[in-house]
């Protein structure tokens, strides 16, 4: 069966530190890969989503990048984290053949 | 600009008391809709996909119908361990790439 991994679980960073967050999905090959925030009251935002090694689609313009080094890893950055960064941010996957999002269980980001 | 809405916001049940939750959606041509159970600290479980006006699906106490404007999750006689955030998600683009989510029904089931 497909898993997915995140971590860390939670991650308390200052501003204008750096960031790296990891995603690996086990029993799957070429999935779709995914990255959302989660803010308070706000739905899921997708933040990136990627069909292949190295290729990565940008959904809104932000302090962030993703990249995807390996076919099952996926990985959320930052050079400087802003305060507005802070949130849930989870990874999901899903197979080229048309089947739901499964997702990750998140990392909570908080800022200082 | 697509949108997905859902109400209530919160709801609290007793045990045994049944109840829906709304999704309405924004989009023509609907590609599918996700319904999603998410626990406190976790990211979102899936629990079902609708593709056409008419289609119902069922899993336990939960049972999800779309209509051409917007989907229900009906639940019958909850469980306190039904107690979550159940999200509805819309499909946009080709490939299921991208997903609108709404903001959630917060539901409490009191035992």
């Known amino acids: 069966s497909q898993t997915i991994h995140q971590w860390p679980a939670t991650l308390v960073q200052p501003v204008g530190s750096p960031l790296s967050l990891e995603c690996t999905v086990e029993?799957?090959?070429?999935?779709?890969l995914y990255w959302y925030r989660q803010a308070a009251g706000r739905g899921l935002q997708l933040l990136f989503y990627?069909?292949?090694?190295?290729?990565i689609s940008s959904e809104v313009p932000q302090n962030l990048s993703a990249s995807r080094p390996q076919d099952r890893q996926f990985i959320l950055s930052s050079k400087k984290l802003l305060l507005s960064d802070s949130g849930f941010y989870l990874c999901?996957?899903?197979?080229?053949?048309?089947?739901?999002?499964?997702f990750g269980d998140g990392t909570r980001l908080s800022i200082l | 600009e697509d949108q997905v809405t859902q109400s209530p916001e919160a709801l609290r049940l007793q045990e045994g008391e049944s109840s829906s939750l709304n999704c309405s959606y924004t989009?023509?041509?609907?590609?599918?809709l996700f319904w999603y159970r998410q626990d406190p600290g976790k990211g979102p479980e899936f629990l079902f996909t609708?593709?056409?006006a008419g289609e119902e699906k069922e899993k336990e106490r939960l049972k999800a119908t779309l209509t051409k404007k917007e989907s229900f999750l009906h639940i019958t006689a909850p469980k306190p361990e039904d107690s979550a955030t159940y999200l509805c998600?819309?499909?946009?683009?080709?490939?299921?790439?991208?997903?609108?989510f709404g903001t959630g029904t917060r539901l409490l089931v009191s035992p």
């Open positions: 999901a996957w899903s197979s080229r053949e048309n089947q739901p999002q499964h």
């Open positions: 029993g799957t090959s070429n999935p779709n």
């Open positions: 990627s069909v292949g090694i190295g290729q």
């Open positions: 989009v023509s041509g609907l590609r599918g």
């Open positions: 609708l593709y056409s």
């Open positions: 998600a819309e499909v946009l683009g080709t490939g299921f790439q991208k997903l609108v």
